[in-house]
């Protein structure tokens, strides 16, 4: 009975049978138009990004980025992803966890709520914040009495972006622990575990890569926010400016070369991103698949 | 470890699913709960494990009331259905949890706890797979260490939930066989939910059988196969036939004859007779019998099935009779029940 026999864990279907097998010349049209439309549309733009950006050379691109008001967009916008990405990571797991574990009342409308940001334009999200803190807004007066200021400074663009960034943990999340259910944690807590033995021991390590997605997810929207942002910043440099804003005001004098070099370093962190979770896919593409299967 | 369900009654929203349930199980008994899907049968596991809280009732454990104890103050070993094997773990760690969360006076060594989870292994019989994920065993492996990981934390009730339901019938044999042998070696009072029948007869020492969230009848095999309580246990255990009879001075009658069986007890009036459609004899002539006309007649392995239709048609039941029997091919056949059951009519809720 002991029989040492290896079941590999999903291997079924990888292949389409014959019957709905295309044409040759089919797949290569249907290849063809997907790979075009990814190269005009997303592999050009990123070469002519990094082509306009060392255009004068690598001494320009040096001196552009060396400027103090784009080496202070440069830490603002790092600045505002260290602290909404963590906010939105405990936010994220919270709500997923109560909508996929359990049931209340009101279950449905938190799934809307998530997705508010999706539907919202980032515009009108900024524009919320202006409503609601500005000078002559209802909490405006309270503000200015005790010295608070929220708009046009770090507060108000932090809080811009966790609005527009909060559904990507959450909504990467809530289909695998509906998936995954409650039966793992029973089992733990059927063991003797504890709640939070339960939950470093069991939950999280089944819904660790799905953070992981949701959180590169989330820090690549927090570092490239403009619309929400560009509303609530000011546009003072050197101090209110984020990258995409400060790409935007300097393509608007046009200096090219300094817009296209803020530019790159944007796009270079993003590539960082799909690079890391590529890495991680690779070499954890195993375990990626059998955490997420089955 | 002798449980005990007193006058029990689970409602979710409002719906009941256990209507005042009482159940006995001794220590080292192997109990069954069988029935349909909806009977509360699972429902009535959760809140032996503590997985459910009563709505009212008690749940002893020995002498001691334990419907306010937590699951992990209960001791149980719990296997659920799709055995909820924690992913990310070797099959050695998944052995080990219960030993590896107790807290730090009762935590056994590390290597006692990898000691422990191998010679669990090897009762299970899967030595040499300590370092496999689960997602690279095969179903019935992953049921046996679903088993050795809820024994690993010696508990004092073994609960199962449907635990070969997701396997196929050859592995789902063998692993009933195999079961019944490590209860016997390890002496664990233990209860399975199942809505097999032929896997709770033949692996239980009593089946308590439920339906729409009541206990209809306990009994050992014998008992609630030879002498159902209720209609309900006579349609789903084994096959039955049955037929609407009138009861009139103690006499059943079929239409406007006598089948020569007689129930003294029952008052007169509308009733359901139920028997075993291999439980009969034939008659040669009819002083009192049921008789049919062969409407269909099919080989089932070693015997032959034979429809008949009773009364002019207006019923159909199945007998069973041997192959070379000349009945089987007569056009009528009269019988008479050998073990057989009336129950009176009552308005179906």
Sequence with gaps: MADPELYPADVHHEHASLAVTERPWARAALMLVAFGFLAIFLLLPLVVVFEQAFSRGIGAFVEAINEHDTIAAIKLTLLVAVISVPLNLVFGVAAAWAIAKFEFKGKAFLITLIDLPFSVSPVISGLVYVLLFGASSLLGPWLKLHGIVILFAVPGIVLATVFVTFPFVARELIPLMQEQGTGDEEAALSLGANGWQTIWHVTLPNIKWGLLYGVLLCNARAMGEFGAVSVVSGHIRGMTNTMPLHVEILYNEYNAVGAFAVASVLAGLALVTLVLKTLLELRYGAEIAATRGH | ?349
């Design chain 2, 1 to 349: 470890m002798e449980v005990r369900v007193s006058n029990v009654r689970k409602e979710f929203d409002r719906f009941p699913a256990l209507r005042d349930v009482s159940l006995d199980i001794k220590s080292g008994e192997l109990i069954a709960l069988l029935g349909p899907s909806g009977s509360g049968k699972t429902t009535l596991l959760r809140l032996i494990a503590g997985l459910e809280r009563p709505t009212r009732g008690t749940i002893f454990f020995g002498d001691e009331d334990a419907s306010n104890r937590t699951i992990q103050e209960r001791n149980v070993g719990f296997v659920f259905q799709h055995y909820a094997l924690f992913r990310h773990m070797t099959v050695a760690d998944n052995i080990g949890f219960g030993l590896k969360v107790r807290p730090s006076a009762k935590r056994p060594t590390r290597a006692e706890i990898r000691r422990r989870a191998s010679e669990l292994l090897d009762l299970v019989q899967l030595s040499g797979l300590e370092k496999r994920y689960p997602a690279q065993l095969s179903g019935g492996q992953r049921q046996r260490v679903a088993l050795a990981r809820a024994m690993a934390i010696e508990p004092k009730v073994l609960l199962l939930d449907e635990p070969f339901g997701a396997l196929d019938a050859q592995v789902r044999r063998e692993l009933r066989r195999w079961l019944r042998e490590i209860h016997d070696a390890t002496g664990h009072t233990t209860i399975f939910v199942t809505h097999d029948q032929e896997e709770a007869l033949e692996l239980a020492d009593r089946v308590v059988v439920m339906s729409q969230g009541r206990i209809e009848q306990i009994g050992t095999a014998d008992e609630v196969y030879d002498t159902p309580n209720s209609p309900f246990v006579y349609g789903f255990i084994g096959e039955s036939s049955s037929l609407p009879v009138k009861i009139e001075d103690g006499q059943i009658w079929i239409a406007d004859r006598p089948i020569g069986l007689a129930t003294p007890d029952l008052p007169n009036g509308e009733a359901t007779l139920y028997f075993r459609p291999h439980d009969i004899e034939l008659l040669d002539e009819c002083n009192g019998c049921i008789a049919g006309t062969v409407a269909a007649s099919r080989r089932v392995a070693g015997t032959r099935r034979v429809e008949l239709e009773i009364g002019g048609g207006r019923e159909r039941i199945e007998i069973e009779l041997p192959v070379g029997h000349p009945a089987a091919q007569k056009s009528r056949v009269a019988f008479r029940p050998k073990r057989w059951k009336v129950f009176p009519k009552v308005d179906q809720a």
